[in-house]
Every structure is written in structure tokens, then in C-alpha cells.
């Protein structure tokens, strides 16, 4: 079993950066490849891709998110982080860390196995 933990969540200006940390635990881990996420989920909506990447550190990112969020891993630390800059109003959710093991990085939340508890971002106008 896989145990992460986010953070670095907060209050955040429009116009601002904000930086998450996911520290991931567990004997399923490397050298096993894995894939992390980062996943988005307002009340009473689905859950929302937002970034990936895989073990040897290939990205793919949500339009909404493209040029403006970065996603970056440490397979020593077993970490995974997302950078987050020009952020609006409509970043604001609880993020989740995500991983599954394989070096496929897909954008579905099904297909990840062990998920985080979230973490809160809010982005005031």
C-alpha cells in the first residue's frame, strides 16, 4: 500500500504561485515505476485532471493548465510536486496527489490507485 500526503495548499492572489508537495510512502515503491498525479475536485463535481507525470519524467498537462502549472517529480525522495503561477478564481479546489503503478502517466482518475486527502486552494479575485 502507497500513502501520500500533500502540501502547500493556501490562500493565493489572483495573479499569484503556489507550490504543492506530495510525499508518497510505502515498500510498493521504487525501483517499481509509478506514475503521479495531480487531480482537481470542486463540491459537488467530478474529479479533474490536471497534471501527470511518469517515472522517467514525461508530462502531460489539462489545457486549462498548460503553460501556467508544472508538474516535477523526485524518484529519490519520492516526491512530486506542482507548481502553479497566474492562477484565477477558477483554480480554486482541493487538490489531490495521485499515483499508480506502471509507466503509463493516463489523465483518468480511475485509473490511479492510492490517492492523498487533498489539499485546499483558494484563489481570491
Known amino acids: 500500500q502507497v500513502q501520500l500526503v500533500e502540501s502547500g495548499g493556501g490562500v493565493v492572489q489572483a495573479g499569484g504561485s503556489l507550490r504543492l508537495s506530495c510525499q508518497a510512502s510505502?515498500?510498493?515503491?521504487?525501483?517499481?515505476?509509478?506514475?503521479m498525479g495531480w487531480f482537481r475536485q470542486a463540491a459537488g463535481k467530478e474529479r479533474e485532471f490536471v497534471a501527470t507525470?511518469?517515472?522517467?519524467?514525461?508530462?502531460v498537462y489539462a489545457d486549462s493548465v498548460k503553460d501556467r502549472f508544472t508538474i516535477s517529480r523526485d524518484n529519490a525522495k519520492n516526491t512530486v510536486s506542482l507548481r502553479m503561477s497566474s492562477m484565477t478564481p477558477m483554480d480554486t479546489d482541493v487538490y489531490y496527489c495521485?499515483?499508480?503503478?506502471?509507466?503509463?502517466?493516463?489523465?483518468?482518475?480511475?485509473?490511479?490507485?492510492?490517492w492523498g486527502q487533498g489539499t485546499q486552494v483558494t484563489v481570491s479575485s
Open positions: 495521485a499515483s499508480r503503478s506502471g509507466s503509463s502517466y493516463p489523465g483518468n482518475a480511475d485509473e490511479y490507485e492510492n
Open positions: 510505502g515498500r510498493t515503491l521504487s525501483p517499481n515505476p509509478y506514475a
Open positions: 507525470i511518469s517515472y522517467s519524467g514525461h508530462t
